[in-house]
């Protein structure tokens, strides 16, 4: 299967540079740019087999696979295991949960409840698992950068540290193949 995931299109939360993980939050709409970032995406997708359209139940995401779907003549299917991680930070700056994650970026939850980037891999490697097993040939997914750090970790077979701070642009498609899941190497425990 052909999985091409596209980064939301630029929302006001990333004109702001603060991370927002919480669906309810208001003011984390597309921008002009963001839309036009999402047209331009369904316009590169139009001449794939694109069967299915998944995205995060945040608004920019949901925004950005609205505008996708209706090009591509497929609804917009709402993914909650998409949903960007859970970082104890929404509403605050991303330079200060970078800062709060730094030393061990994998393995950190920065306040109590917040999610490590280990386990947002579990969560959203649950959704590709089950994936995996469909029959689609092709399928559009629209997330969050750590959510295509995951894709890009699975599509290429590499370790999700190879992946850390790996930038994904607005609105941008990144085409991987999805296999049925690679055995799990367990990371040594620190």
């Given at each position: 299967?052909?999985?091409?995931?596209?980064?939301h299109g630029q929302s006001a939360f990333n004109l702001r540079h603060l991370c927002n993980d919480d669906p309810d939050r208001p003011g984390g709409d597309l921008t002009p740019l963001?839309?036009?970032?999402?047209?331009?995406?369904?316009?590169?997708?139009?001449?794939?087999s694109i069967q299915a359209v998944f995205c995060s139940p945040l608004p920019r995401t949901r925004q950005t696979a609205a505008i996708m779907g209706a090009r591509l003549g497929l609804p917009a299917q709402v993914e909650p295991r998409l949903k960007d991680i859970h970082s104890g930070f929404d509403?605050?700056?991303?330079?200060?949960?970078?800062a709060a994650i730094a030393a061990d970026p994998l393995r950190t939850r920065p306040v109590?409840?917040?999610?490590?980037?280990?386990e947002h891999q579990a969560r959203v490697d649950g959704f590709l698992d089950w994936l995996a097993g469909q029959s689609y040939q092709g399928v559009a997914l629209v997330a969050h950068e750590e959510t295509l750090r995951v894709c890009k970790a699975r599509g290429?077979?590499?370790a999700l540290a190879a992946v850390v701070g790996t930038p994904f642009a607005n609105g941008a498609v990144y085409a991987f193949e999805l296999?049925?899941?690679p055995a799990r190497v367990a990371l040594p425990r620190r």
């Open positions: 299967m052909k999985l091409f995931a596209v980064r963001g839309r036009s970032q999402a047209e331009a995406a369904a316009q590169q997708l139009r001449t794939q509403g605050q700056p991303v330079a200060a949960y970078l109590p409840g917040a999610e490590t980037l280990i290429e077979r590499l296999a049925e899941a």
